[in-house]
């Protein structure tokens, strides 16, 4: 039957997967009602990460708001950039965001953006800001990956491993459907299914992990060491990205070539938090090796100079 979904190595079929519900008369897509629980969730937290270390949870809801808005419309032009041979012929396309169509790394740009004028504005600390923001994202994203599974994208090619998801072939986009798939397509009863990386579920269970290991490090962080945490976001989001985008058939293209968009920017951000995480490193150690031989210089002289 058309809706259902399988997940047939662990014995789950879902009969009915909806895409929208109706209320009063009113359409509403289950993708934005999962962002939207991803946001507030992720409003929430801020909130109560601001108020645990000793911020104003006032600033951090306003910029939450604020971040959220740019986020929401730099991860469309990100995506519309990106797939501009079909929008160019669909301009009105470009506005319906029922369907999906977010990038996430857009939406990171535009909220970091956001989050720099916001913090300048209120005269707060951009970085302890974005260590503030790194576990919400974290948790965000880790949300908002499933609203893929009820629009039934951002999927992988075939496998047969014991996460393989089934998925009807007609609930699919024909352009995502790689001739592997098609050679391993499977009829049960009536309907023609392709089974598939379920990458969506890769990626929120490896934001799951991002998320415990930045809420670890929020509240063991020096301030002498702010942007830490924001590092260790990039570091870790970036190379599990990077993995998950390999496996994709919906991936965005770098115009001009078959080079994987954000597979390439997940590359390039890892490598350079990785860099940064171990010149601060190096700088924290170098100057407390300073200090302890300025402190039994100055114990041996008798604390004269």
Same mark, same amino acid.
């Given at each position: +039957? ?16 909806? *895409? ?9 897509? #289950? ?39 740019? !986020? ?14 079909? $929008? ?7 506005? &319906? ?5 977010? @990038?996430? $790394? ?7 953006? !956001? @989050? !720099? ?23 965000? %994203?880790?949300?908002? /990956? ?11 090619? $075939?496998?047969?491993?014991?996460? !393989? +998801? %089934? ?13 592997? +798939?098609s050679e391993h397509m499977q009829k049960i009863g009536d309907v023609l299914y392709v089974q598939v990386h379920p990458t969506f579920l890769y990626e929120s269970l490896w934001n799951l992990g991002v998320f415990l290991i930045l809420m670890f490090l929020t509240f063991r962080i020096r301030s002498a060491s702010r942007g830490t945490a924001a590092l260790w976001y ?6 599990? *990205? ?5 496996? /994709? ?17 997940? @590359? ?7 860099? #940064?995480?171990?010149?601060? *490193?190096?700088?924290? &150690? ?20």
């Amino acid at each position: +039957m058309v809706g259902t979904i399988r997940f047939p190595h662990l014995g789950i079929t879902l009969p009915y997967v909806i *895409r929208s519900v109706n209320i009063f008369g009113f359409e509403i897509a #289950c993708y934005g009602m999962v962002l939207a629980a991803a946001m507030v969730a992720g409003i929430l937290l801020v909130m109560k990460i601001a108020e645990q270390t000793g911020q104003s949870r006032d600033d951090y809801f306003d910029l939450g708001m604020t971040a959220i808005l740019a !986020a929401v419309i730099c991860a469309r032009i990100y995506y519309v950039a990106f797939s501009w041979d079909y $929008y160019s012929s669909h301009i009105k396309e470009i506005f &319906n965001l029922r369907g999906g169509g977010l @990038a996430i $790394y857009g939406g990171i740009a535009g909220g970091a953006a !956001a @989050a !720099a004028v916001f913090s300048r504005i209120r005269k707060m600390s951009f970085l302890q800001a974005a260590d503030t923001i790194v576990p919400a994202l974290a948790l965000g %994203q880790m949300i908002g /990956r499933w609203g893929n599974f009820f629009n039934r994208e951002a999927f992988g090619g $075939y496998t047969d491993n014991l996460f !393989a +998801m %089934q998925l009807p072939a007609g609930d699919v986009r024909a352009s995502e459907i790689t001739r592997e +798939m098609s050679e391993h397509m499977q009829k049960i009863g009536d309907v023609l299914y392709v089974q598939v990386h379920p990458t969506f579920l890769y990626e929120s269970l490896w934001n799951l992990g991002v998320f415990l290991i930045l809420m670890f490090l929020t509240f063991r962080i020096r301030s002498a060491s702010r942007g830490t945490a924001a590092l260790w976001y990039l570091l870790l989001y970036g190379t599990g *990205r990077f993995w998950i985008e390999g496996l /994709r058939t919906d991936q965005l293209l770098l115009t001009g070539t078959s080079i994987p968009v954000s597979q390439l920017l997940s @590359a390039v951000l890892a490598a350079a938090a990785a860099v #940064c995480l171990v010149i601060k *490193r190096i700088t924290r &150690n170098t100057a407390a090796v300073k200090g302890t031989k300025e402190y039994e210089s100055k114990r041996d002289t008798g604390g004269k100079d």
